[in-house]
């Protein structure tokens, strides 16, 4: 049953589903966040519990029910609270690069996400103390500048219209120099361009795969039409924005398939305002994806036979080789060559 919250945008893409069941930690309870929160969702069974992980970890937990209907815990994160930049992620060049999760797992449902292969769980954490992680990015920002992932574990702007946090991110970075954030979505949702702060330091980087890619493997995420009309909106309004080319998945006629998908970005929006571009096919440390494959045995994208590297999961070499570099040469097109950041150093890949 839907409650009063917007779940789709006007081209029909998903936002949100609502969520049936809300845990509450007891030390949030009391939190004007959570009673905002607990409003979206009036038709919801709110359930006190002591701690995310009496939930968020429990043994045996039926993975394929989670992902159908997923609940909602509200939480207090402990503990560092900012990370140094994972290897396997692209740092665009920043010298001082981290990640924050202020949410633990993700509304939308890629078979290929990483996190289905880290968390013992499909319910989605959300932590209430923003403010905390705040305070620890200032006390990082007196020693140097901060390049920071906030969209990590997560697709933060699929959970706008419940939390605000891009809102929120996009005036804390605005209100520190030394800031800069990538927010990384797939989304096709575009009202929160209203609320989110201008400021060349806000950069919103979108994931892009042709359209059967994203009907087949990206499930509850935008389509590509849609993240077109979202990215064309911001760069209207001034807003940096970054195309991510990554993960590229193979299909038999993937050059076509590609092919035709960059045509459709170059006329959907004009190239020449885009920031960067970052391309890198599919990747994925081994401990994962073996955890993934127990759990999808009818998953294309999971099942695929790749490389394993050093404990990384990949494409053959060649393979791996002719998918990036078609990418990029159809980019060097488009924008300069040293806008175009190309995964490319597995061997640092642990
Ligand atoms: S949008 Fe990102 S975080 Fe969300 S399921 Fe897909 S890959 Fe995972």
Known sequence: MKSNM?????AGNCLMKPFSHIYVEDRVRVLSRT???????????VIPIHHYKDVFNRRKQNYHLQHETRALILACKEGQL???GAP??????NEHFYYSSSMMNCVFDCEYCYLKGMYPSGNIVLFLNLEDIFREVEMLLQKHAVYLCVSYDTDLLAMEACTGYVREWTKFTAEHP???IEIRTKSAANFFWDTATLSDRNIFAWTLSPERIIRTYEHDTGSLAGRLASIRRGLELGFPVRLCFDP??????????YGSMLEQVACAIPMDRIRDVSVGSFRLSQEYLQAMRKNMPDSAVVQYPYVNDHGVYH?????????ERFLVDRLRQMVPEEQIFRWEDLDDLT
């Open 6 to 10: 917007q779940y789709s945008d006007r």
């Open 35 to 45: 009673a905002e929160i607990l409003k979206k969702f009036p038709n919801a069974k």
């Open 82 to 84: 900012v990370y140094p």
């Open 88 to 93: 396997v992620c692209q740092s665009f060049g």
């Open 178 to 180: 030394g800031l800069s």
């Open 248 to 257: 590229m998945l193979y299909c038999p006629d993937w050059k076509e398939a």
């Open 315 to 323: 494409y053959p070499e060649e393979l791996t080789e002719e998918m």
